[in-house]
């Protein structure tokens, strides 16, 4: 009898969470979500976790456990799914985020069965799963405690322990303690590292309602406000704000008006039916009788927001004297830098811009992280008191510093597995070692295909899109040069401007190849790479990609 845990994805680079349980013979994954790509990968969509370990054993998999709605744990699942076959289980809200997910990537076959967190469990080949309600920025979160052949382990992905949520669901302290209880010994614990630089808990969101009325009422003009689009509790806090008002509220954006619509039918939010107007009814009211809830909180390039931002949206603008709230905080990896260029730009067009780290002497409370800091993640070592820890969902300093509050709760460096991608445990007789690592790379999306842009293809693309294109055309006949070489550039110097260079070098690149005896295609292309490149980056001190092309006339 053993365990294995394998951290396939999901430590190290917060999201793109994916991990692997096997017992028995048998294989349960909890959560398949995606990440996002950095500054280093251009045009990439989305990166998933690498799926080969999964496919390579895939007779073994008895299902796919999902924790909560976030992209990064639901969002590769289709691609998953074209993989393999295996039923899923999932809270309610998560069950319709996921159907919505699968009609757009026209997945058709899949089993979904869906628990209640309050009182359900359910088996799951050799191992059962009682899941129980965390609280987090989106309803119907959950953590779970799970009976495997080596005994009851906890696995926390994502939770802040507030007692004092919008939706009045709170982290069910009680289930979690009667089923940390029931056992003598916790296993492990794997659970989020995210917050373990934080002092203290993670502030509630209750005030946040109050905080964002107390800056909305000064508006004069329209008021925009946004935030991720899953996080249906700050939704039903703007939508309660601007009843107050007196402001019909528009919803701008697919995600958010899907997402919405999914949590009134579910009964997640709630608010009057004329509360929502459509754009031609907005289009002839006041702007001071308005409030948009805008997709895009981070700035993504391409989101309504951004194109709002740019005066590129067709159905909103802003004018001089509108207000912008924002009730997110760029924390994802590299989002800052676009959440700043759209609030750069809003200001620019007069509108009164309130944002994450706007210090007028006072913080403006007006969003709250959905992670826990240091309280939060020691009370839940507290509750569940386990003889291992695994941090998860987070970056390597946030598992070092999880692995500080660990050690300073009393328990040895030993008992703290920090894992990395590919990385797993073995758990044999209540001991814990470490299996071989697995293999893993990361998969890029782009388009249509899916892990066809690898290491070589970004670097051509960082080259393209920093130092541009050469073409260099040959017209050769038996085996001699006709004419000059043509050359042609693209982001590399602007040609008009610089034909004398780009005559020179075609000349000089002539003279150099007939120097050769025997000149064939091999030889044209080695010297013209080589020769060229020296010869432009002297002249120019740039290193752009240089294509030779060879007709045979
Ligand atoms: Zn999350």
Redesign the pocket.
């Known amino acids: 009898m053993s365990l294995k845990f394998i951290a396939l994805s999901g430590t190290v680079g917060v999201t793109e969470n994916l991990y692997v349980y096997e017992a028995d013979g048998k294989m349960m994954i909890i959560d398949c979500g995606v990440g996002f790509p950095d500054l280093e990968m251009p045009g990439v969509d989305l990166v998933i976790p690498d799926f080969s370990y999964v496919v390579k054993n895939k007779e073994k998999l008895v299902g796919i456990v999902i924790s909560?709605g976030?992209e990064?744990?639901i969002g590769a699942l289709p691609y998953l799914l074209r993989e393999v076959n295996a039923p899923i289980w999932s809270t309610p809200l998560v069950t319709e985020f996921i159907k919505d997910k699968f009609i757009d990537y026209g997945v058709k076959n899949f089993t979904i069965n869906t628990f209640n967190p309050e009182y359900e469990d359910f088996e799951v080949g050799p191992f059962r799963v009682f899941p129980f309600r965390v609280t987090?920025?989106?309803p119907d979160?959950v953590g779970f405690a799970i009976d495997t052949p080596e005994g009851r382990i906890f696995h926390v992905?994502?939770h802040k322990m507030d007692q004092n949520p919008v939706d009045g669901k709170p982290f069910d302290i009680e289930r979690a303690k009667g089923l940390a209880n029931d056992e003598k010994h916790v296993l492990f614990l794997a659970s989020d590292c995210l917050g373990s630089n934080k002092l203290g808990f993670t502030e509630g969101e209750t005030q946040i309602e109050g905080n964002m009325e107390g800056i909305m009422k000064k508006a004069e003009n329209a008021i925009l406000a946004t935030a991720i689009s899953s996080n249906i509790g700050r939704f039903q806090q703007m939508m309660n704000v601007a009843q107050w008002l007196n402001r019909k509220v528009v919803l701008v954006g697919r995600s958010i008006q899907k997402k919405i619509e999914i949590a009134y039918k579910l009964g997640y939010i709630s608010f009057p039916a004329n509360l929502v107007v459509s754009f031609g009814d907005a289009a002839r009211m006041k702007r001071s009788e308005l409030m948009y809830i805008v997709a895009g909180c981070y700035g993504q390039v391409g989101s309504s927001l951004y194109r709002i931002s740019l005066g590129e949206h067709d159905r909103v603008h802003v004018n001089d004297g509108d207000m912008m709230v924002f009730s997110a905080d760029p924390a994802p990896p590299y989002t800052k830098e676009s959440e700043d260029f759209v609030i750069d730009n809003l200001i620019d067009k007069g509108v009164d811009v309130h944002y994450y780290d706007l210090n007028e002497g006072l913080d403006e409370g007006i969003y709250a992280s959905?992670h826990g800091g240091q309280g939060d993640i020691v009370e839940l070592f507290k509750i569940v008191n386990p003889k291992y820890f695994i941090p998860i969902g987070g970056t390597i300093r946030f598992m070092h510093s999880y692995k500080k509050l660990v050690v300073k709760n009393g328990n040895p460096p030993s008992s703290v597995l920090t894992l990395k991608p590919g990385e797993n445990v073995i758990f044999e007789n209540g001991q814990a070692r470490l299996g071989d690592k697995i293999p893993v790379k990361a998969v890029l999306v782009h388009g249509l295909g899916v892990g066809d842009v690898g290491k070589v293809v970004l670097g051509d693309r960082a080259i393209l899109g920093n130092e541009g294109v050469v073409v260099v055309v040959f017209k050769i006949r038996q085996g001699k040069i006709i004419d000059l070489p043509e050359i042609i550039s693209r982001g590399f110097i602007f040609e008009k401007i610089s034909k004398d260079l780009l005559d020179e070098a075609a000349k000089r690149l002539k003279n150099q190849i007939e120097k050769k005896v025997n000149i064939k295609k091999s030889v044209i292309y080695g010297v013209t790479m080589d020769y060229l490149g020296k010869f432009f980056f002297q002249k120019t001190g740039r290193r752009p990609m240089i294509l030779p092309v060879v007709v045979e006339v």
């Open positions: 909560q976030h990064d744990h987090h920025s989106v979160t992905p994502e959905g």
